[in-house]
């Protein structure tokens, strides 16, 4: 059984950083990509971001582009990202989630349950 868990949110001002990591397990990370989504209220599911173990590839939203980072560690079964300059707009329920095909733009078949992150403005 694939699990996803996330941690690492929390409640910042404008212009700090977080890193909220996912621990997964049940899944081989050499074949699977690792993605990041967010929810804000009221708002569509977006993607953030998605890094693949067996070739390095990692995609970003233009909105996060240059602020955020997205990075694994391979033995511990865990990747994380890395949010720097966070904005009011950032505020949103983040989840990990894995897939077999790298990319924002679809559908993944493994969630997390998710971590609230709250920027005031």
């Known amino acids: 059984e694939v699990q996803l868990v996330e941690s690492g949110g929390g409640l910042l001002q404008a212009g700090g950083s977080l890193r909220p990591t996912c621990e997964f397990s049940?899944?081989?990370?050499?074949?699977?990509?690792i993605a990041w989504f967010r929810q804000a209220p009221g708002k569509e599911r977006e993607g953030v971001s998605c890094?693949?173990?067996?070739?390095?590839?990692?995609y970003y939203a233009d909105y996060v582009k240059g602020r955020f980072t997205i990075s694994s560690d391979n033995a511990k079964n865990t990747v994380y990202l890395q949010m720097n300059s966070l904005r009011p707009e950032d505020t949103a329920f983040y989840y990990c989630a894995a897939d077999t095909l790298l990319g924002l733009g679809h559908e993944y078949v493994s969630w997390g349950q998710g971590t609230q992150l709250t920027v005031p403005s």
């Open positions: 890094i693949s173990s067996s070739d390095g590839h990692t």
């Open positions: 049940g899944l081989t990370f050499h074949d699977h990509a």
